[in-house]
């Protein structure tokens, strides 16, 4: 595991190193140039260029921020899921992706600049698109890709098999205090965030890597650390119920510092990331509230021109399947566009029933 910087918290993240007889593979490049070459160079006397193979789990900042660096370096091939392949190679496809309103866009791209990511095409010779449940192998070690949609769309976590030994990069599925559900999943992704967590405990791993933790889940604690996980969201969607008070006019808008704590964040970070972090914290309280109606404890009075709460409302109940893969696909081939299929519906006004 190459670590992350401050523990590996957002917008850090750890990267993983495989070392085989003639491949050097690395997968995610977030912790960036230096210490991903500070940790070959100690740990295996290599540098970046010695890198063979670059694997990316997902186009997110604090995942593939030093790949332009990584790749420039050593000239290694790309794996990623073919959407990712497309993503990585612009920060405003990451940002509209990642739920920063096409306005607040220069923001994102100058917070993903001062991590040092950088608009890069790759050669389509150097890239390799994978796809759910393909296997690779690096000499005598093999990695299978799995998709899992619930954090992002097209997100692949890969399972690393090395003899009798399977280790799981679960990403950001990631066992901490700070749970992220992807932006599209609208009216669902607590719920999709849970389920796919628990199928990856299920899949009963040795090690469970998580992106941002730094020590591996061993298999003996993971039905343990799920349950603590899943505790910690269900709480944090009563937290989210709590925050609206009897009135009818509860508006998004006007609700924040739900996960980060943005008023406070202004002291330390830069004007560009407290940007992304108050709209962050926004679509994870939507999420959260989302899954309160779900739950039949709140209701929302006022779709703030959002299509899937409008229809919501004008069906009188909470419904997700009819215009899920609307809103989903719609996102993932818009994004890539560089259009904004639907934003976040800051005027949108909830109350507790
Ligand atoms: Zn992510």
């Known amino acids: 595991m190459i670590l992350g910087e401050d523990k590996s918290k957002f917008p850090s993240g750890n990267a993983l190193f495989i070392n085989t007889e003639d491949k050097k593979v690395l997968i995610d490049t977030n912790p960036g140039e230096k210490i991903i070459s500070t940790f070959l160079e100690s740990q295996?006397?290599?540098?970046?260029?010695?890198?063979?193979?670059?694997?990316?789990?997902?186009?997110?900042?604090?995942?593939?921020?030093?790949?332009?660096?990584?790749?420039?370096?050593?000239?290694?091939?790309?794996?990623?899921?073919?959407?990712?392949?497309?993503?990585?190679?612009?920060?405003?496809?990451?940002?509209?992706?990642?739920?920063?309103?096409?306005?607040?866009?220069?923001?994102?791209?100058?917070?993903?600049?001062?991590?040092?990511?950088?608009?890069?095409?790759?050669?389509?010779?150097?890239?390799?698109?994978?796809?759910?449940?393909?296997?690779?192998?690096?000499?005598?070690?093999?990695?299978?890709?799995?998709?899992?949609?619930?954090?992002?769309?097209?997100m692949l976590d890969y399972e690393i098999i090395d003899g009798d030994i399977r280790i799981l990069l679960s990403c950001d599925y990631d066992f901490t205090p700070v749970p992220w559900y992807g932006v599209p999943q609208r009216g669902a992704a607590v719920s999709s965030f849970k389920s796919a967590t628990k199928q990856l405990v299920e899949r009963n791993a040795n090690y469970i890597i998580s992106s941002h933790r730094i020590k591996p889940i061993n298999l003996e604690k993971q039905k343990e650390e799920l349950k603590q996980y899943l505790e910690l969201i269900n709480k944090r969607t009563h937290r989210a119920v709590n925050l609206l008070n009897l009135e009818d006019e509860n508006m998004l808008n006007d609700m924040g510092d739900f996960v980060y704590p943005v008023s406070k964040m202004k002291e330390y970070y830069s004007d560009h990331y407290v940007h992304c972090a108050k709209n962050w914290d926004k679509w994870i309280l939507l999420a959260h509230l989302e899954d309160a109606w779900r739950l039949g404890k709140v209701e929302c009075v006022d779709g703030g021109n959002d299509k899937f709460l409008e229809r919501c409302i004008e069906e009188r109940h909470y419904l997700r399947n009819q215009v899920e893969n609307l809103l989903i696909q719609g996102w993932a081939e818009k994004t890539l566009d560089e259009e904004m299929p639907y934003s976040l519906p800051l005027n949108s006004i909830w109350k507790k029933i």
């Open 44 to 154: 295996f006397n290599i540098s970046l260029s010695d890198i063979t193979d670059i694997i990316l789990s997902h186009a997110h900042l604090d995942h593939a921020r030093g790949l332009a660096t990584v790749f420039e370096a050593s000239g290694g091939s790309i794996f990623g899921h073919s959407d990712t392949l497309k993503r990585c190679e612009k920060r405003v496809r990451i940002g509209l992706y990642a739920g920063i309103p096409l306005k607040e866009i220069h923001h994102f791209e100058a917070f993903g600049e001062s991590l040092g990511f950088k608009d890069r095409s790759y050669p389509s010779s150097k890239k390799v698109a994978l796809e759910d449940k393909q296997k690779i192998e690096f000499n005598n070690i093999a990695i299978i890709a799995h998709e899992t949609n619930a954090h992002c769309l097209h």
